[in-house]
Nanobody
Framework: QLHLVESGGGLVQPGGSLRLSCAAS???????VGWFRQSPGKEREGVSC???????IYADSVKGRFTISRDNAKNMTYLQMNSLKPEDTAVYYC????????????????????WGQGTQVTVSS
């Protein structure tokens, strides 16, 4: 069983930055982590995924602005978000498929078995 907890959300002005954290506990051997977001009335969408070996994948909408990273020794995964836009406003979730690599369809939330509770990110002036 893998338990995930997100933190770091908040209110930020357009152009600003935030760093989200995802803390893992429980069965923490060799797991990939994906970041997703969900806005009101929209489906949850994949933002990024990182393998246990730190290979990374990004959605086109965040490439060049967001950076995913992880510290395996601390069981932490991060999402550094720069140049934030109002359309980045959403609840952000971290999830894991329960194995070491990102799923082939990494952007689909039904590929992930474990989820955190989410953290709200609001980009507004």
């Amino acid at each position: 069983q893998l338990h995930l907890v997100e933190s770091g959300g908040g209110l930020v002005q357009p152009g600003g930055s935030l760093r989200l954290s995802c803390a893992a506990s429980g069965f923490t051997l060799d797991y990939a982590v994906g970041w997703f977001r969900q806005s009101p009335g929209k489906e949850r969408e994949g933002v990024s995924c990182i393998t246990y070996g730190r290979s990374k994948i990004y959605a086109d909408s965040v490439k060049g602005r967001f950076t995913i990273s992880r510290d395996n020794a601390k069981n932490m995964t991060y999402l550094q978000m720069n140049s934030l836009k109002p359309e980045d406003t959403a609840v952000y979730y971290c999830g894991s498929p329960g194995y070491w690599h990102c799923p082939t369809n990494w952007y689909m939330d039904n590929e992930y078995f474990y989820w955190g509770q989410g953290t709200q990110v609001t980009v507004s002036s």
